[in-house]
């Protein structure tokens, strides 16, 4: 008669035959060799190096650099709501942007020149162009930066930090935080495989309160060499997907001819032109 745990009766295993000593100094050094592994892990990798991985995925420095200007053009979707809603948006180095959204022959537009952000609200009843206030304008400040604000942070005034990894939807990412200079902060997490952006979090101070906005990326092509999302799902954090607007773009040109004028505050009320075009 035996037992599979201890092989067979009245034999004594190799284990049995280890003392409280033996089996204590055994059980220490396992643990030794489990915490120098999560050490290596932890060490592995630095946030400059998941930076420099996704600038060469996204197509490389050199082809990020020549990135002077990028033009989508799509539609927002709400589920469960049948709105024809048309964008288009252009982003400018050295950071403006541009986001222009049509319903029912009424265009919304929100901008940032570089130092300041301005709209037309026409859904408010707003159709004259006004000042966004210094909070206000702060997503698009954000928006307005080309590589994103991770890249090059410190040159941009932003501090950088690693956070380690984060399961995003069975996605085990690598976890950025950049603290903006202008206060605030965005995190981001990067796919360890394709080392894309797949969701941020933007936290800002707006009007007093905290406001936490969380987008997921997908559907990433190329646009003048450079890899750009194609779709993005927005909304509060850890909010119901039902309740999210998707921005779904169909095209995206690279180097495009921007207007002179189609982030500056226009001097009167004009006909939308389609993001600068």
Not at 35 to 51: Q, S, Y
Request: proline share 5%; aromatic share 8%; glycine share 10%.
């Amino acid at each position: 008669m035996s037992d599979f745990r201890t092989g067979p009766v009245g034999k004594p295993t190799e284990a049995d035959k280890r003392t409280p000593v033996m089996r204590n100094r055994i059980h220490r050094v396992a643990l030794l060799l489990c915490l120098l592994g999560a050490f290596r892990n932890a060490a592995a990798v630095t946030a400059d190096e998941i930076v420099a991985k996704n600038v060469e995925a996204r197509g490389g420095a050199a082809a990020l650099a020549s990135l002077n200007s990028l033009r989508r053009s799509g539609r927002f979707v709400l589920p469960g709501q049948n709105l024809l809603v048309t964008l288009s948006e252009v982003k400018e180095r050295p950071g403006r942007f541009r986001q222009e959204a049509t319903y029912q022959g009424l265009t919304q537009i929100q901008a940032w020149d570089g130092e300041k952000g301005w709209q037309i609200q026409p859904f408010e009843g707003r159709k004259e162009p006004s000042m966004m206030s210094e909070d206000d304008a702060k997503p698009f400040r954000l928006a307005a930066d080309l590589d994103g604000a991770f890249v090059n942070s410190k040159a941009k005034g932003h501090t950088l930090e690693y956070l380690g990894t984060e399961d995003v939807d069975g996605t085990l990412a690598h976890k950025l935080r950049v603290r903006l200079k202008w206060g605030g902060d965005v995190t981001v997490w990067i796919d360890p495989d394709t080392w894309m952006v797949i969701r941020d979090l933007q936290t800002l101070t707006v009007r007093g309160a905290e406001q936490e906005i969380e987008t997921d990326y997908g559907d990433y092509e190329k646009a003048g060499g450079v890899f750009v999302p194609m779709s993005e799902e927005r909304g509060p954090r850890n909010s119901p997907p039902a309740s999210r607007g998707k921005s779904i773009y169909e095209k995206a040109e690279a180097n495009v001819a921007v207007a002179a004028d189609a982030f500056a505050f226009p001097a009167k009320a004009a006909a939308p032109v389609g993001a600068g075009r």
